[in-house]
């Protein structure tokens, strides 16, 4: 998806394409209302500026979406799939 679509999408599916990314839903919420981004670069600052910081409990729950380092995802979902190609 490039990022004149993903400013175009509804608020459902946007929230859709960038929850497999990262699950913490105030960080999907911020990238999602930030929207229309002007450039990569643009939605790329508004994801590292809404990272910062991460708390504990966010970054307990993004782990729990991905595997253990060394095991291989074994659903066949979006997250799952990103996570083949790290």
């Not at 859709?16 to 990238?31: F, K, S």
């Not at 991905?66 to 190609?85: F, K, T, V, W, Y």
Request: no cysteine; proline share 6%; hydrophobic share 45%.
């Amino acid at each position: 998806m490039d990022l004149t679509e993903f400013n175009s999408l509804d608020r459902e599916a946007a929230v859709a394409a960038v929850g497999p990314a990262l699950d913490v839903q105030r960080w999907i919420e911020e990238l999602v209302s930030g929207r229309p981004y002007g450039s990569t670069e643009a939605i790329l600052d508004a994801a590292r500026s809404a990272a910062n910081p991460f708390t504990d409990a966010e970054v307990a729950q993004a782990l729990l979406h991905h595997p253990m380092i060394g095991q291989r995802p074994q659903e066949d979902s979006a997250a799952a799939s990103l996570s083949r190609n790290e």
